[in-house]
């Protein structure tokens, strides 16, 4: 079975964080990373406890993250173009600048990290420009690389076939890179202003939300083919679980869950204020969601408390 018990999903915890908190992203150790736009710091919240254990000084205006199991965590601040690393000790070694102009929220730069090939891929809109980071080893060389891409946002790895995956919501796309080139090698028609993207490796999907109109594009990876699923207006950010479901919030202050199996929405859970990123913590089978507006996480309990 696919389907959640939609009936006993629920938020089981609001913890407060940082002003206006935007990205989210989980590791290994039961940790939840969540970058507070409007404080420039990332609050570390442990997942076994659901409180926060630390909050880290990062660069201006925080908003992208991601983690690798071996290095650390990858932080895009949207507000003085850099990306900073942090270690797995919750220390900044350091702090890399990339090109581009910084541009206002709530438009955000992303970051997608793809372990096996030991690579950071940041979105940068402002230089129409997808950096590649080296995160390799102890102290990795930090050398950036660049793609040239129309107004990049969004960014997911395939973590099966090592595709990076671009939302441009001024064009509405989502491009494909080439990881052995890194080139595009397609650029697939969406919906309008895709921001939010996801990939189900698994399953062979990447889910697109459409910010600017009321679906969520599904993409088939094998044929590029897309099927869109109707949720509401403003859907901003998109994670999956596990089993294939897909967990989209809403600028109503919702978040839309999308069955694997029908592809039609199974759930609506009210959250926070202006939610915007959400990941999936696999070990506690929870949905953490960023609610920008009131400065909260909210803990979607998929298991029925």
Do not use: W
């Not at 990290?113 to 230089?127: E, I, K, P, W």
């Not at 099966?160 to 028609?189: C, E, L, W």
């Not at 949720?231 to 967990?247: E, F, I, Q």
């Not at 999308?258 to 070990?283: K, M």
């Amino acid at each position: 079975m696919n389907k959640p018990d939609t009936e006993q999903l629920r938020v089981i915890a609001n913890i407060p964080v940082g002003a206006n908190p935007v990205g989210v992203a989980v590791d290994v150790h039961h940790r939840v990373f969540v970058t507070n736009s409007g404080a420039n710091t990332v609050s570390v919240i442990d997942s076994l406890t659901n409180t926060v254990s630390a909050a880290i000084n990062v660069g201006l205006r925080p908003e992208g993250v991601a983690t690798d199991p071996q290095f650390g965590v990858c932080v895009a601040n949207g507000g003085d173009n850099t990306v900073s690393m942090i270690d797995r000790s919750n220390t900044v070694i350091a702090t890399i600048g990339v090109e581009g102009l910084p541009i206002p929220p709530p438009k955000t730069m992303g970051v997608a990290v793809d372990h096996n090939l030991s690579r950071a891929y940041v979105t940068n809109r402002g230089s129409h420009r997808v950096s590649i980071i080296n995160v390799s080893g102890a102290l990795p060389p930090f050398a950036p690389d660049f793609i040239d891409v129309p107004g990049p946002l969004g960014v997911a790895v395939d973590s099966i076939r090592h595709g990076v995956y671009v939302t441009h919501p001024d064009f509405n796309t989502v491009s494909v890179i080439d990881p052995a080139t890194n080139g595009v090698i397609a650029t697939i028609p969406v919906r309008q202003q895709p921001t939010g993207i996801v990939v189900d490796a698994p399953r062979h999907r990447v889910y697109a939300a459409n910010s600017g109109f009321n679906t969520v594009s599904v993409i088939d990876i094998a044929t590029g083919s897309v099927a869109d699923t109707d949720v509401a207006a403003g859907p901003l950010g998109v994670t999956v679980d596990s089993r294939g479901n897909a967990y989209v919030t809403q600028l109503d202050g919702t978040v839309k869950v999308i069955d694997a199996t029908s592809s039609g929405v199974s759930a609506t859970i009210p959250v926070g204020s202006q939610p915007e990123g959400l990941a999936f913590e696999p070990h506690s089978n929870r949905v953490y969601v960023a609610n920008s507006g009131d400065g909260t996480v909210s803990v979607i309990d998929l298991a029925g408390g």
